[in-house]
């Protein structure tokens, strides 16, 4: 099975920064992806940003592009999101997605959820 332990949320001013980490630990043969989600309420989950572990490429949401960076340490199975001149619409939960294959699990990867990271941002 997959862990993944989130960390980074919390409260700040319109125009400052948090840094949003995932680590993931269990039974992990390999990861293929690794991304942020958010929820705000009223609202579907949606993608922020995701990274491919294999060529590292990157895929952002039109809303977050220029300002968040996503970023990734193989070694450490972790996944960074840096989020850059916060806006209050980026108030919302943010929940870590980690695409693995288990060890003796098969060809097919499944998709695992961080516990999600509160971030507000106030005016």
């Known amino acids: 099975q997959v862990q993944l332990v989130e960390s980074g949320g919390g409260l700040v001013q319109t125009g400052g920064s948090l840094r949003l980490s995932c680590a993931a630990s269990?039974?992990?043969?390999?990861?293929?992806?690794m991304g942020w989600y958010r929820q705000a309420p009223g609202n579907q989950r949606e993608l922020v940003a995701d990274?491919?572990?294999?060529?590292?490429?990157?895929n952002y949401a039109d809303s977050v592009r220029g300002r968040f960076t996503i970023s990734r340490d193989m070694a450490k199975n972790t996944v960074y999101l840096q989020m850059n001149s916060l806006k209050p619409e980026d108030t919302a939960v943010y929940f870590c997605?980690?695409?693995?294959?288990?060890?003796?699990?098969?060809?097919?990867?499944?998709?695992?959820w961080g516990q999600g990271t509160q971030v507000t941002v106030s005016s």
């Open positions: 269990g039974n992990i043969f390999g990861i293929t992806s």
């Open positions: 997605n980690v695409r693995a294959y288990l060890r003796a699990g098969g060809l097919v990867a499944f998709g695992y």
């Open positions: 990274i491919t572990s294999s060529d590292s490429n990157t």
